[in-house]
């Protein structure tokens, strides 16, 4: 039986961010300092493997662009994080006349499969989002320079990554795959885009699992949501 050379990709999730601080939801918030430490954590988890890598592709967000700093201060290696915009997180839109329901849907809170026509949070359409996020994944498999790449973006970009990966659609996205903060995901895949090939998921480094099931992102995200910006009015 012939084996299949794959090549590794390593997908960072930016560390800890306080996306309800302002009066408004921010785009681009800043890490907290508690984000620092766990990219850092993240950082030193990868450089501990002694792994060389080849890339890093960061998204244009500071967040992100912050995170992969930190991880190629620890790596030791002569490498300059690329940026690239297409792996920016899914964008918003306008939610205030959406129902408590609508609102609850438009989060992807108790979905699996998202449906294509699908909006996050009343904004960019899940066939838009998976579609321009998996362009950039092409062009960077179309590159052989590399064998090993690291991503470091965000849980919606890096949810589409997985998706691809475990369906083998490139329009696939899975709401229940779970991205903590500085979460680290490790992929395989094949020449020509195949063969993919999941290693690790959502991977927090000196983070102990919660005694007890708990909530996902997306519902402490709404959660938080609800808080700040309806219960206050």
Known sequence: METCARRRIYIVRHGEVDYFAASSLPVDPVLTPKGIQQSLSTARFIAAQEVKIDRVVTS????????????VGELKQTLSPVIESSFREISAGDVTALSAAALRASCFVG????????????GERIEDFTVRVNNAMDNLLADQSWNNLLIVAHGGVNTAL????????????????????ACLNILEVGSGGKGWVVRLVNYTHER???????????ERFLQGYETKHIKNQ
């Not at 998706?163 to 991205?179: H, K, P, V």
């Open 60 to 71: 244009s967000y500071v967040r992100a662009k912050k995170t992969a700093e930190i991880i």
């Open 162 to 181: 997985l998706s691809r990966a475990l369906s083998g659609a490139d329009s696939s996205y899975i709401a229940t795959i779970e991205q903590d903060y």
């Open 208 to 218: 102990s699992l919660s005694k007890s099931p708990g909530q996902t992102t997306m």
């Open 111 to 122: 979905m699996h499969q998202v449906p294509l026509s699908s909006k996050f949070m009343n």
